[in-house]
C-alpha cells in the first residue's frame, strides 16, 4: 500500500486559521463578566470557539484519513484515533471516552 504524504499547506493554513481566531478571542479574556454578557459578545466568542474546533478536527481528520484502517466519522472518534496511534496523549482519550 502506498503511503500519501500529510498535505503540508492545509496543515499550516488551519493552523493559521486556529491561530486567528485564538487572536479574536484573546481579546474578550480583558473585561469583565457583566460586559462580555452584553450585547453579542457571546455569540461573537462561540463563532471563533467554533471555527478554531473546526479547525484543528479537520487537521486531526487530515491526519487519519493516511493512517491505514483508521477511520472516524465524528469529531469523539477523530480524538480517540488520535490517542489511539498516539498521535495525542492517550490520557486525552481517557477523560472522553
Known sequence: MKKIPLRKDLILSRLEEIEKDIDELNFYKGISIEE??????YPI????LRRALEAIFDIGNHIISRIPKARAKTYKEIALELGKFKIIPEEFNLKIE
Open 36 to 41: 462580555f454578557k452584553k450585547g453579542k459578545n
Open 45 to 48: 466568542c462561540e463563532h471563533y
